[in-house]
């Protein structure tokens, strides 16, 4: 009885440190996102060029990195990991207020992706070693709650930040914010031994051998392929988002900061634990509704994205942009789940580490920044004027509706593999 309870502590305390973390790691992505109107209009960057720096020079590093301090985490300790992160993405928001224009910009996003390239990787690995496959889709979709957590926080904090002090000083507040966290992270994780997570010992494999395993599991390939198209247009409608409604339905800063907090806040909670909580559910009868239902919320997703963004009306446009909220995010939980079921507990990090890599590159990466360049030639050379970012944002949404196609795919492989892992280890 004192162990199960011991365990439950265990469990309980370090998932609470990793949604702390977590919460960070997105309020401090999220403030860039706001913060680019004022930036914007003080450094006269372009929509181009603020899509580069909220996407693809943050995700470059951030992908490339997560691989190898993937292969730390499988090996080494995780709690020394996940605070050296924080400090490190802490500092260098802090720092993006003393940005003089574009290159000190990129330099600084560069210092943040470096840094929080090493946290969700290690957390995931940890999670999965702390929680049992019938319970990871639930615990993953409770720590996934720092997701709209931190861009309420985020989205709130910063409005209210930049009205009072301006954005140099926002950028500063909150990365110190992050810094004084990282004592309390580090006493509240404990390093789990790995060997007692799972009952044995397994050989670590070179990089090499984990890349090959990876490949060789088609529904694992399946399961990044789909969501990475969805993250096209999630990415870019999470990045411009908040100038959407400045531009096409006159919001002011305050009014814009308050709207995406709500939405994120409570909306993307909502769909995040709902997400995660009904694939646990429903693949006790079919093991499929891990994968379905990702594919389910995503189809949802797309026609009402489409009319929150030609809604003539803002009222209907809030409205849909309420249910777009929580349906963007509510696969998070399943796909975590999936592809972690698919792997030995060697690989857990290593396992996310490519799903992180294909997923930002591709979809933080390309997403924001192509929306933002095909904008600016609509606006230029089709006289789409304020309208070139609602139009361009309404294309994404292709990559998105193809997803749903990969993912019905996924599911079938999925139930094959699973199976044959089970049969496999029931017959050693």
Known sequence: MTVSTTATWAQRRTLFALFLVSTFNYIDRTILSLLQIPIKRELGLSDGQMGALT???????????SLPVARIADRGNRRWLIVASLL????????????AGFATLVFFRIGV?????????????LIADF??????????????LALPTGLMLGYAGTGWLEERFGWRIAFALVGGAGVLLAPLVFALIREPGRPAATGEAEPALSFRQSVLYLWRSPAYRLAVG????????QYALMTWNAPFFVRNHGLSMPQVALLMALLSGFAGAAGMYLGGFAADRLSQRDIRWRVWMMALVIAVYVPATLIELLAP?????????????????AYYGPVLSVTQSLVPTNLRAMCNAVLLLVFNLFGLGLGPWLVGLTSDQLTAHFGAGENGLRY???LSLLTSLASVAVLMLCAQAYRKEIAAKAKTVAGS
């Open 131 to 144: 929680y049992p496959a019938q319970r990871r889709a639930s615990a993953m979709a409770t720590w996934g």
């Open 392 to 394: 361009a944002l309404s």
């Open 313 to 329: 009306s803002l009222a209907l446009s809030i409205a849909m942009a309420t249910l777009v909220a929580a349906v963007s995010i």
């Open 55 to 65: 996407g693809l020079a943050f995700a470059i590093f951030y992908t490339t990195l």
């Open 113 to 125: 992706a470096i840094g929080e390239s090493g946290s969700i990787p290690a957390s995931v690995s």
């Open 226 to 233: 789909g969501c990475t198209l969805h993250a096209f247009s």
């Open 88 to 99: 490190i993405w802490s500092t260098m928001t802090a720092c993006s207020g003393l940005a």
